[in-house]
Nanobody
Framework: QLQVVESGGGLVQAGGSLRLSCVAS????????MGWFRQAPFRQAPGKER?????????????YYADSVKGRFTISRDNAKNSVALQMNSLKPEDTAVYYC???????????????????WGQGTSVTVSS
């Protein structure tokens, strides 16, 4: 089981950049694929699913992005530091959300992800993009 702490959010103007960080504690970080998710303000109600943003495999050699962020966001990891980062460039107002990281399972083929029941969500980090 991994516990995560996200940081790096803030207020930025449209077109700007932010770099989010996620530090994990617990055993086996370097054996897990990790993902970033987000939940926009209007979706912050019980039962509202978080939107998938990006994922990276255990070694860092494979990545996957939602179409809405492809070409603008880059996910990376440093297994020596038990950390995952999300570099966000060319930010848009619609990127405004609370961002979360979490370990993900690969459901069949790369690009199809699930969540482990034994992990939980962190507190997230808030990103606000002004127009």
């Amino acid at each position: 089981q991994l516990q995560v702490v996200e940081s790096g959010g803030g207020l930025v103007q449209a077109g700007g950049s932010l770099r989010l960080s996620c530090v994990a504690s617990g055993r086996g970080f370097d054996s897990y694929a990790m993902g970033w998710f987000r939940q926009a303000p209007f979706r912050q109600a019980p039962g509202k699913e978080r939107e998938f943003v990006a994922a990276i495999n255990w070694s860092g050699r494979s990545t996957y992005y939602a179409d809405s962020v492809k070409g603008r966001f880059t996910i990376s990891r440093d297994n020596a530091k038990n950390s995952v980062a999300l570099q966000m460039n060319s930010l848009k107002p619609e990127d405004t959300a609370v961002y979360y990281c979490r370990s993900v399972s690969v459901e069949g083929t790369w690009g199809h992800f699930g969540l482990y029941d034994y992990d939980t969500w962190g507190q997230g980090t808030s990103v606000t993009v002004s127009s």
